[in-house]
């Protein structure tokens, strides 16, 4: 099964979420203040963002708790407003404890939701709008569980850095809309080709990171080689244009090893990347791990 990523939360549902809750409160005390200048129109409360979270909660994508505290306090509000509503239709007027006590859960409504919006920049549960990968947000985070289990388990797994070839004299070429489109183009290519418990990262500017688990470097590599393969060869049709645009890439593989630290998996990765674009691109390099004296060596022949 390919790649998908199609249940998230994203900081823009979380923003409207709250403009939306905002806007009833708004209503709800216009009705309560002001019953017989405002029309007694059915308000609905806003349930998008709390049914999202219980179904993703059920799924295993998000914490449970998180998700039960939001409808937990989504439901105390809802219960508020209702009770002061029902007092204004018997001609009892809001008091200001009335209204404190529903100001005071909306306030805390309002807090949770922002605290899902600081888990999500330090999660990978947002997604890149432009490829539909994962944002770079959280990568640490899940490539570091990888080798926790690599080091408890021995499962192994790599990690392939990839990049446009080429991409300054693309952007001279094409503006930034048809470039977003081939950075979407390569990202299509990536998650029609990597198994769906793989994870896959854009960095920008055309720059992946690919997550590869229960997979040896010998099996990565040959399954980047693939993936170069079909890159090169799918034509990216522009909308406005009858040439079709063809991009190739470069990748870097590198698989860990005992000791490696989380920085030292992409540092591979990396420089296995820039040696593939230093032979000419479109080519895929495997880090190898070097003596003191051919790092050395390899260090002065990039600075000359």
Same mark, same amino acid.
């Given at each position: 099964?390919?790649?998908?990523?199609?249940?998230?939360?994203?900081?823009?549902?979380?923003?409207?979420?709250?403009?939306?809750?905002?806007?009833?409160?708004?209503? $709800?005390?216009?009705?309560?203040?002001?019953?017989?200048a405002?029309?007694?129109?059915?308000?609905? &409360?806003?349930?998008a963002? =709390?049914?999202?979270?219980?179904?993703?909660?059920?799924?295993?994508?998000?914490?449970?708790?998180?998700?039960?505290q939001?409808? *937990?306090?989504?439901?105390?509000?809802?219960?508020?407003?209702?009770? &002061? +509503?029902?007092?204004?239709?018997?001609?009892?007027?809001?008091?200001?404890?009335?209204?404190?006590?529903?100001?005071?859960?909306?306030?805390?409504?309002?807090?949770?939701?922002?605290?899902?919006?600081?888990?999500?920049?330090?999660?990978?549960?947002?997604?890149?709008?432009?490829?539909?990968?994962?944002? =770079?947000?959280?990568?640490?985070?899940e490539?570091?569980?990888?080798?926790?289990?690599?080091?408890?388990?021995?499962?192994?797994?790599? =990690?392939?850095?990839?990049?446009?070839?080429?991409?300054?004299?693309?952007?001279?070429?094409?503006?930034?809309?048809?470039m977003?489109?081939?950075?979407?183009?390569?990202?299509?290519?990536?998650?029609?080709?990597?198994?769906?418990?793989?994870?896959?990262?854009?960095?920008?500017?055309?720059?992946?990171?690919?997550?590869?688990?229960?997979?040896?470097?010998?099996?990565?590599?040959?399954? &980047?080689? *693939?993936?170069?393969?079909?890159?090169?060869?799918?034509?990216?049709?522009v909308?406005?244009?009858?040439?079709? $645009?063809?991009?190739?890439?470069?990748?870097g593989?590198?698989?860990?090893?005992?000791?490696?630290?989380?920085?030292?998996?992409?540092?591979?990765?990396?420089?296995?990347?820039?040696?593939?674009?230093?032979?000419?691109?479109?080519?895929v $390099?495997?880090?190898?791990?070097?003596?003191? +004296?051919?790092?050395?060596?390899?260090?002065?022949?990039?600075?000359?």
């Amino acid at each position: 099964m390919a790649l998908q990523y199609a249940s998230t939360l994203s900081s823009d549902m979380l923003l409207s979420d709250i403009e939306a809750h905002i806007e009833w409160f708004g209503h $709800i005390m216009r009705m309560a203040c002001f019953p017989q200048a405002v029309a007694q129109a059915p308000v609905e &409360m806003p349930t998008a963002l =709390v049914m999202w979270c219980i179904d993703a909660s059920a799924e295993g994508d998000m914490d449970a708790t998180a998700a039960h505290q939001l409808h *937990r306090l989504h439901d105390e509000l809802s219960d508020e407003a209702a009770k &002061m +509503l029902r007092e204004a239709q018997t001609g009892v007027a809001a008091t200001l404890e009335s209204y404190n006590s529903i100001e005071h859960r909306l306030s805390a409504y309002i807090q949770q939701v922002r605290r899902l919006s600081e888990d999500l920049a330090g999660t990978s549960m947002g997604l890149d709008t432009v490829t539909g990968l994962r944002s =770079v947000a959280g990568m640490k985070n899940e490539v570091a569980r990888e080798l926790d289990r690599r080091e408890r388990k021995g499962d192994p797994f790599c =990690v392939c850095n990839l990049e446009v070839d080429f991409v300054s004299h693309l952007q001279t070429q094409h503006d930034r809309r048809t470039m977003d489109e081939i950075y979407a183009h390569v990202a299509g290519v990536l998650k029609k080709s990597i198994r769906s418990f793989d994870d896959g990262y854009h960095l920008g500017q055309g720059e992946f990171v690919l997550a590869l688990k229960h997979i040896d470097i010998l099996d990565a590599c040959s399954v &980047m080689d *693939r993936i170069r393969d079909q890159i090169s060869t799918a034509p990216l049709h522009v909308e406005g244009s009858f040439d079709a $645009i063809y991009v190739t890439s470069s990748f870097g593989v590198a698989e860990p090893i005992p000791g490696d630290k989380i920085d030292d998996i992409f540092t591979n990765a990396k420089k296995a990347l820039q040696y593939a674009q230093q032979e000419g691109g479109n080519q895929v $390099i495997q880090w190898k791990e070097q003596s003191a +004296l051919q790092q050395y060596a390899a260090d002065v022949t990039t600075f000359d």
